[in-house]
């Protein structure tokens, strides 16, 4: 690490953007750096078949006291854990959804490309003149296949714009394979940075109060984070020479304790296919999907009570 330079050492400078997938990411992952962002850009806004959950994300988003906060307002491609965890199928937009019978899988893929496609020429534009930017990292924190996304995209617009790539320094169980996977493409970790707790439960009780919070409601923040520099292929070919090739590599993480457990082969395979059938008729059937939703928070109420 004293052979690196040292602003690489101290991480994304100040007037860094921060790009991050939904509304809440960008203070789970980020919030040390928020303070000092010149510019803060959520990626995806409405759920497809959830119109309470969407509407409380627009007015959570309004609501927000980030600097440069740019809300992209992309549908979500309803993808999140359809991957064939813990191996999931990597392609040039992110992670692949498993494939399903009668091709049930056809309409996420094409949903999630086209978020991708989106995601390439939305940020070109926004990102354009920035030197630092912090994003997810290549395994999506804990597994999620929009956080993975976005990375892909914010790494593509790098190779045209050419600003520093950071990403953040956390792992949930699921996502642990895909991590060592990708852990050569990144540099020396940035010098710990203390989370920011004030400002994390500010932004925390606006998305509880307008119900769109997506993390544990006790959840406390871990004191310190990581930023790890994305290398360029070159640099990550020099530092594996540099390695000697060794097996063992010490790593600064922050790890995500979800309760993760492998589902069977069976089992994810159902839950995929009913949420290609569920987005298929709340798309086509917008009321459906309210009606679906107000029994989902109907039975949690329900459930809180007890």
């Known amino acids: ?40 850009i959520l990626c995806f806004g409405d759920a ?12 959570a988003v309004a609501d927000l006291p980030l600097p440069g906060l740019e809300a992209l307002q992309i549908e979500e491609a309803a993808v999140a854990g359809t991957a064939l965890w813990p191996h999931p199928e990597e392609v040039a937009e992110g992670l692949a959804p498993r494939r399903l019978p009668l091709g049930l899988d056809a309409p996420l893929r094409r949903a999630y490309r086209r978020n991708f496609d989106l995601l390439c020429a ?17 395994w999506g924190e804990y597994g999620h296949e929009d956080h993975v996304q976005v990375f892909r995209a914010v790494q593509a617009v790098q ?3 050419g600003f520093r790539l950071w990403v953040s320094g956390y792992v ?13 493409r990144l540099g020396a970790p940035s010098r710990p940075r203390p989370t920011d707790a004030a400002l994390a439960d500010r ?10 919070w997506s993390w544990p409601d006790d959840y406390v ?18 530092d594996r020479g540099a390695q000697g090739g060794q097996p063992v ?20 395979m159902v839950k995929c296919m009913v949420r290609s059938l569920k987005t298929r008729a709340v798309t086509r059937f917008p009321g459906l999907g309210a009606r679906l939703e107000q029994l989902d928070y109907a039975r949690a109420l329900r459930h809180a009570r007890r």
């Open 1 to 40: 690490m004293d052979s690196l330079p040292l602003s690489q050492l101290d991480g994304p400078g100040a007037g860094c953007a921060v790009v991050m997938a939904h509304p809440d990411d960008e203070v789970l992952w980020a919030s040390s750096v928020l303070a000092q962002a010149g510019k803060v």
């Open 48 to 59: 497809p078949g959830k119109p309470l959950f969407s509407s409380g994300r627009r007015r």
């Open 122 to 138: 939305t940020l070109a534009d926004r990102l354009a003149g920035v030197t630092d930017v912090v994003t997810h990292n290549p």
């Open 159 to 161: 190779d045209r714009l």
């Open 172 to 184: 949930g169980e699921r996502a642990v394979g895909l991590m060592q996977r990708h852990l050569d």
């Open 203 to 212: 932004l925390r009780l606006i998305y509880m109060q307008n119900v769109c």
């Open 221 to 238: 923040w871990p004191e310190t984070e990581w930023f790890y520099p994305v290398l360029t292929d070159d640099a990550a070919a020099a």
């Open 249 to 268: 590599r010490p790593v600064r993480i922050n790890m995500i304790q979800t309760g993760w457990i492998p589902e069977t082969g069976g089992r994810h």
